[in-house]
C-alpha cells in the first residue's frame, strides 16, 4: 500500500507530461517496478490526466504539455482516441452573454424544455434486438454480439418552428451495433454516404456509406460508440445533402 | 507474452513468488508493467509487447545460466532501460518519423474533438470492439464514461480492489489498442507497426 498517495499525483502527472527531470524520472520508474499500488496510481494519474484534457480542465500550459507529449508517445494518442470513441465529451463552450445571468438562463432553459415537451413527436418506435455471431480477425473463435435495428421515420425533416420530428432508440445494454434504417423511397437513388453529427453541434461524429439490406431498403450502420443525445444523420449525393433523419439516443437498463 | 519451455517458464516463476498462482500474477503484471515503461518511452503499442518479451527472455536466459538474481523487480527495469536505449539507437530515427508522418497523413489520429473518423477507422473499431466479449465490453464502456465514484463503486460491485480494477482495464484497453493498429496495418493505412 501506498503511504500517501496524493503527494505521488503531481510528481505522476509530471513524469507523464514529460516534464520530470531525467533523476525523478528514473526514481518513480523504479518505484513502480517495485511497488503494484504505485503502478495502479501511475494508471489512474493518466487517465485523470486524459479525461481533464478531454474536458478543457488542464491549465494552458499543462495543456501545450499534454499536446506536446501527445506528439511523441503513440501511447497517449492511442488512449485518447479509445477515451472518444468509448465516452466522447461534447466540446466546452464559453458561456453565451445572456447565459451569465442566471435568472435569464433559468427563464431560458424553461422555456426551452417547454418547447421540446411541445414539439418531439414520437411516432415511430420499433426496436428490435438480434443476437448475432461475428468472428473476431486473425482467430476462428466466434464472440456473441448484440445488434439493435431501429426504423428512422419518414419525413425525418426539421419543422418550421425549428423543432425535430425524430425516433427514439433506447441501447441496451451489450448492443454493439446499431442498424438505422431508413424509410423505403426515402433516399434518392445514388445517395451513397452519410453523416452523423450531435443536433447541436455541427461537426459530424462519424462517416460512412448507405448500405442496402436484402429488400433494398437503405440502411445505415455503425459502432454503439455515441453518448446519449439528439443526432441528425445527413445523406450524402456527392457532396450535396439530399436528406436528413433526427433521432434521439438513450441507454435503457 | 510468448511461449516458453517449461522449464524456462518455472524458473521465471519462482523468482517472482513460491506459490504458482501468485507467481504467475506476479508475472503477468510485471509484463504489462514493461509494456507500459516502454511505452512511456516512446514504444508503440506492439513494439513495447515485442520489447517487453525480449526483456523477460533476457531473465530466463539468465537464470538458466545458473545466474542468482536477488530483485527480480529491479532486475527487469534495468534490463528493460538498456534494451530501450539499444532499440532506440538502432532504430533509424527517419524511419520513425516516416512511419509517423505515414499515420498521421492517411488518418484522423488527434483531430478537433468530434472530427468525423475515416470509414476505415470506424470499421476497425467496429471489429475490434466486437473482439471483445461481451461482459468485457461492457465493463470498459461504464469504466470509461464514469468518474472517481462511479469507478470505486464498479470494483466494489465487481469483488475487484480499486487498482486490480485498473490493472484489468489497462490489459483491454491494450488489447483493443494492439488491435486496431492491426486492423490498420491490414487495411493498408499503416506501413509498420510502431
Known amino acids: 500500500m501506498l503511504n500517501d498517495p496524493q503527494q505521488y499525483r503531481s510528481r505522476l502527472q509530471a513524469y507523464l507530461l514529460r516534464q520530470s527531470p531525467a533523476e525523478e524520472s528514473e526514481r518513480l520508474e523504479s518505484e513502480f517496478f517495485e511497488n503494484d499500488d504505485l503502478f495502479a496510481l501511475l494508471l489512474q494519474a493518466e487517465e485523470e490526466l486524459i479525461e481533464r484534457f478531454e474536458r478543457g480542465q488542464l491549465s494552458r500550459d499543462e495543456q501545450r504539455a499534454f499536446r506536446s507529449a501527445t506528439q511523441s508517445s503513440p501511447r497517449l494518442r492511442d488512449l485518447l482516441e479509445v477515451q472518444r470513441r468509448l465516452a466522447p465529451q461534447p466540446p466546452a463552450r464559453k458561456p453565451r452573454p445572456w447565459q451569465r445571468s442566471w435568472p435569464m438562463a433559468v427563464a431560458a432553459s424553461v422555456l426551452v424544455v417547454l418547447s421540446l415537451l411541445a414539439s418531439w413527436r414520437i411516432y415511430v418506435y420499433k426496436i428490435k434486438i438480434s443476437p448475432r455471431t461475428v468472428f473476431t480477425a486473425g482467430e476462428s473463435k466466434q464472440s456473441p454480439a448484440a445488434t439493435l435495428t431501429a426504423q428512422l421515420n419518414s419525413p425525418g425533416l426539421r419543422g418550421g418552428n425549428n423543432s425535430y420530428t425524430g425516433t427514439a432508440i433506447a441501447v441496451a445494454p451489450g448492443i454493439r451495433e446499431l442498424i438505422l434504417l431508413l424509410p423505403p423511397g426515402s433516399v434518392p437513388s445514388g445517395a451513397r454516404t452519410f453523416s452523423i453529427r450531435s443536433a447541436d453541434n455541427p461537426a459530424p461524429v462519424l462517416k460512412g456509406e448507405v448500405a442496402l439490406n436484402n429488400q433494398k431498403q437503405p440502411l445505415v450502420r455503425i459502432p454503439n460508440l455515441l453518448p446519449p443525445n439528439d443526432y441528425i444523420v445527413t445523406i450524402f449525393s456527392g457532396k450535396a445533402p439530399v436528406a436528413d433523419f433526427y433521432f434521439r439516443l438513450n441507454f435503457s437498463n | ?194
Open chain 2, 1 to 194: 507474452m510468448t511461449q516458453k519451455t517449461f522449464s524456462a517458464y518455472d524458473l521465471l516463476l519462482g523468482a517472482f513468488a513460491p506459490q504458482p498462482e501468485d507467481a504467475a500474477y506476479l508475472l503477468q503484471l510485471q509484463w504489462e508493467k514493461l509494456v507500459a515503461f516502454l511505452e512511456f518511452k516512446g514504444a508503440g503499442i506492439v513494439e513495447g509487447e515485442q520489447l517487453a518479451d525480449k526483456v523477460m527472455d533476457i531473465a530466463t536466459r539468465r537464470l538458466q545460466e545458473g545466474e542468482s538474481i536477488a530483485n527480480i523487480r529491479a532486475f527487469l527495469y534495468e534490463t528493460a532501460r538498456y534494451v530501450w536505449l539499444n532499440h532506440y539507437r538502432k532504430t533509424k530515427r527517419t524511419q520513425r518519423w516516416f512511419d509517423q508522418y505515414e499515420y498521421w497523413s492517411k488518418l484522423k489520429v488527434l483531430g478537433a474533438q468530434n472530427e468525423e473518423l475515416e470509414p476505415v477507422q470506424v470499421k476497425c473499431y467496429q471489429q475490434c470492439l466486437h473482439g471483445l466479449d461481451t461482459a468485457d465490453h461492457d465493463l470498459l464502456a461504464e469504466y470509461t464514461s464514469g468518474n472517481t465514484q462511479t469507478r470505486l463503486a464498479l470494483a466494489e460491485r465487481k469483488h475487484m480492489t480499486r487498482n486490480s480494477l485498473t490493472v484489468r482495464i489497462n490489459r483491454m484497453r491494450s488489447a483493443l489498442r494492439k488491435c486496431y493498429a492491426e486492423c490498420l496495418k491490414k487495411e493498408g493505412c499503416i506501413k509498420n507497426l510502431v
